[in-house]
């Protein structure tokens, strides 16, 4: 009996140890190493820089298209030179998208958007539209047999 009980205790007390360690680490996942890997620009589609506050090392993590992950040091001159190409990517598609929402906005276009769907209805309808759509696909299958 008194062999379980110390059983029983040296588990709790392993098991209180284990969560106070697994709680005391951040939820964040930090670069620990540098990779000394350098990634072609075109390949790059963002970046976080991680401070040294909550991990211990200072580093750029980049994610790349294929969605890895890979730290850098940013002292490294390839390094900065990726992170303006995605800092100006960042800025040309915001621009884009004012301009896309200021045109959609300053349109006169009074129509609703509907009226094209029933016109399209009216001059002969889907059955039509898919008939001309098969002889397209048609013509253009002969033009590749030939």
């Known amino acids: 009996m008194k062999m379980r009980f110390i059983l029983v205790l040296a588990t709790l ?16 996942n ?11 620009q075109r390949l790059i589609v963002n970046y ?3 401070s040294e506050g909550v991990c211990t090392t200072r580093a750029v ?4 298209k294929r969605g890895k992950t890979l730290c850098s040091d940013p002292a490294l001159q390839w390094v900065r030179e990726a ?10 598609k915001a621009s884009q998208e004012r301009v896309r929402n200021e045109e959609g906005m ?3 276009s009074t129509t609703p958007a509907y009226t094209t769907a029933k016109k399209t209805l009216q001059r002969g ?3 039509r539209w898919r008939q001309r759509k098969t002889l397209r696909g048609r013509k253009r299958l002969r033009g590749r047999i030939n």
């Open 13 to 28: 007390l392993c098991f209180i140890r284990w969560m106070a360690h697994a709680s005391s680490r951040p939820a964040v």
């Open 30 to 40: 930090c670069c620990v190493g540098m990779s000394t890997t350098k990634v072609k």
């Open 48 to 50: 976080t820089i991680q």
């Open 61 to 64: 993590r980049f994610l790349t």
């Open 83 to 92: 992170m303006l190409k995605v800092d100006k990517e960042r800025d040309m």
């Open 106 to 108: 300053t349109s006169n």
């Open 125 to 127: 309808g889907r059955k």
